[in-house]
């Protein structure tokens, strides 16, 4: 039995789950989101949770039975709470504004990137920090990875957009040195 798979989902007060055949509808104060449920996995709810089982222990089951589960799961954190990642942009006149609904950042290109954030996600600028937030899990780490594919850290100096508290192993110049 899969250790993710087995574990039931307590579903919070305000939310509300409809499971039909081919999807799994979430919806909660900040939203609904829809997924659809995978062949060989059975979704049900009983007594305030959400129940994952799977039909038979093939290998292409077994696996479908935990990611299931955690769609489903992260559905659930996410029309409650929601989720967040932050970035840092670091390097001598890196700067990001707040254009509109879009992001327009200098990562000295000899021109302005503007980057179009997509509906149901929010980007919020501070300084140098950019936090982007959504419902969906998966959106809001997509819409983080584009960002900081625009100008990833380099290992020399440590400029570009990283995610906050990530560790950018540096190189030593061209001596060899460490300095």
């Excluded at 996600?121 to 300084?127: G, L």
């Excluded at 290992?155 to 990530?166: A, L, N, S, V």
Aim: no cysteine.
């Amino acid at each position: 039995m899969s250790r993710i798979g087995k574990l039931p989902i307590l579903v919070p007060s305000g939310v509300t789950i409809t499971i039909s055949a081919e999807h799994v509808t979430v919806a909660g104060s900040k939203g609904s989101l829809s997924q659809f449920t995978m062949e060989g996995v059975t979704v049900t709810q009983e007594d305030g949770q959400v129940v994952v089982t799977r039909i038979n222990d093939e290998p292409k089951n077994r696996a479908k039975h935990g990611l299931m589960r955690a769609l489903i799961n992260n559905m659930v954190v996410g029309v409650t709470t929601g989720f967040s990642k932050k970035l840092e942009i670091t390097g001598v006149g890196y700067r990001v504004a707040a254009q509109g609904a879009d992001l327009k950042l200098n990562l000295g290109f000899s021109h302005d990137v503007i980057f179009k954030i997509p509906t149901g996600v929010t980007a919020v600028t501070e300084q140098n920090t950019i936090t982007v937030s959504g419902i969906s899990k998966q959106q809001v780490g997509q819409v983080a990875a584009e960002i900081r594919a625009l100008k990833k850290p380099e290992p020399y100096k440590g400029k570009g957009i990283k995610y906050e508290g990530e560790r950018i192993i540096r190189k030593s110049g061209k001596s060899g040195k460490d300095k």
